[in-house]
């Protein structure tokens, strides 16, 4: 394993409605990543076929996602990885917020870090030990200024996460 692990985020990609091809600004920042995590709404499995090619895929399904898509992903994970347990939800339903809804689902579990999609708004917050992230999405913005993704970085025992934004899915 590498010294510094990185992970390359994003989930709602809601293809090929909102894009037919994965943007190539995200193409280009997953070429050194170890793992990708997509966090629900792939809309197609191609998407996991184009990101396999990559890097090694995890991820769990989304509100939008087909049975398939359901059965091979699941709707929730965990993952151990270097040490730190990161929790996988869409973070879709419809009692709370996406968020609320995503901290629930791991009330139980001891995480570091809830991964989360469902409402395409970038979201990085500390609650207590807990890192509260979703990527926002590539492909379809809404009413955020910009595309978005997420990098994790796991180094050492630290992890720390950032938003990569850009404002042309087509170039």
């Known amino acids: 394993m590498p010294s ?3 992970i390359g985020v994003l989930s709602d990609t809601h293809m090929p409605r909102m894009a037919k091809k994965l943007p190539n600004e995200l193409l280009k920042g997953l070429q050194s990543v170890d793992l ?14 184009a990101l396999q090619e990559i890097a090694p895929v995890e991820g769990v399904a989304g509100n939008a996602d087909s049975e398939g898509i359901i ?9 151990l990885i270097e040490g730190h347990r990161l929790g996988i939800v869409h973070g879709h339903g419809t009692k709370g917020t996406t968020e609320s809804r995503a901290i629930n689902t791991f009330a139980d579990q001891k995480v570091d870090c ?15 030990d807990v890192l509260l992230f979703n990527p926002g999405s590539p492909t379809d913005k809404r009413r955020q200024s910009h595309f978005s993704y997420g ?7 630290v992890l720390n996460a950032q938003h990569v934004f ?3 899915k087509n170039d």
């Open 4 to 6: 510094i692990f990185r």
């Open 36 to 49: 990708i995590i997509h966090a629900g709404d792939w809309s197609n499995e191609s998407v996991y076929e």
């Open 71 to 79: 059965e091979r992903f699941g709707l929730s994970k965990l993952l």
């Open 114 to 128: 809830i991964i989360f999609g469902h409402s395409h708004i970038p979201v990085m917050k500390q609650i207590g």
């Open 151 to 157: 990098i994790i970085e796991l180094n050492n025992g």
């Open 166 to 168: 850009y404002e042309n």
